[in-house]
């Protein structure tokens, strides 16, 4: 089993930067691909970043070059860093694991709010 904590989220102007946090408890060794997916109102759940064990990453086309996603060296935490925030990048940010046997896990989620 693993447990995901988000922290970070809040409200930020447009153009402005936010950093999210998720840091893994548990069985964390048999977790290959952490990420960040978000929703906003009345929308589905989409992939924003994730990064895979070994390194590689990817990104949803909306925010590639403003946002990267990294891992720590202890391999439990992954970061986001937003920057040049948008409106439309208003939403409920979920950190997402999933481990070697292809389990997914979740975080409650954090709101980050960009007004118009």
């Known amino acids: 089993q693993v447990y995901l904590v988000e922290s970070g989220g809040g409200l930020v102007e447009p153009g402005g930067s936010l950093t999210l946090t998720c840091t893994a408890s548990?069985?964390?060794?048999?977790?290959?691909?952490m990420g960040w997916y978000r929703q906003a109102p009345g929308g589905q759940r989409e992939l924003v970043a994730v990064?895979?064990?070994?390194?590689?990453?990817k990104y949803a086309n909306s925010v590639e070059g403003r946002f990267t996603v990294s891992r720590g060296n202890a391999e439990n935490t992954v970061y986001l860093q937003m920057n040049s925030l948008k409106p439309e990048d208003t939403a409920v940010y979920y950190c997402?694991?999933?481990?070697?046997?292809?389990?997914?896990?979740w975080g409650q989620g954090t709101q980050v709010i960009v007004p118009s």
């Open positions: 548990g069985s964390t060794a048999s977790l290959n691909v």
């Open positions: 990064i895979f064990s070994r390194g590689p990453t």
């Open positions: 997402s694991a999933t481990d070697f046997a292809r389990e997914v896990y």
